[in-house]
């Protein structure tokens, strides 16, 4: 079956780069999928108008273009990558968040520095005001 499934596909001058049927572990028979990589795209893009919802065998084929492979877990717990697979891109994030809390921190800082030198010059200018007792004394009697 997998030899008539390859003929039919191969169309013109397609040239198959790869064939990739797998088998289930546990009972050693094929899974009732199958991977055909072709070296041109446009060989690729042939095959699947050609054979997408074609019939062999009573069957209908579901043809078209691979996914990534993602990782699964949760109930399963299973993936198809080790943990440590993205470890490196895990740290780069983490070096940038850390590196943009530190930036927070000193902006923050920078903001609290100079809301500080704002209020103490205006204590300053408010002081030096009411530092000179009879410049208040003529206030206050300009007032009344």
């Known amino acids: 079956m997998v030899c008539l499934m390859l003929n039919s596909w191969a169309l013109d001058d397609a040239v198959l780069q790869d064939v990739n049927i797998p088998i289930d572990h546990a009972t050693g028979q094929h899974r009732g999928f199958g991977f055909v990589e ?33 990782i699964k877990g949760g109930d399963k717990g299973w993936s198809h990558q080790p943990v440590w697979a993205d470890a490196d891109e895990y740290l780069a994030e983490q070096q940038a968040n850390e590196e943009f809390q530190q930036l927070e921190k000193e902006n923050e800082a920078r903001r609290k520095a100079a809301m500080a030198a704002q209020q103490a010059q205006q204590q300053q200018a408010d002081g030096a005001a009411a530092a000179d007792p009879m410049e208040a004394l003529e206030a206050a009697a300009a007032g009344s």
Do not use: C
């Open 38 to 70: 072709f070296e041109e795209k446009e060989d690729a893009a042939a095959a699947i108008d050609n054979m997408h919802n074609a019939e062999i065998y009573g069957r209908v084929l579901k043809v078209n273009y691979a996914q990534p492979m993602k």
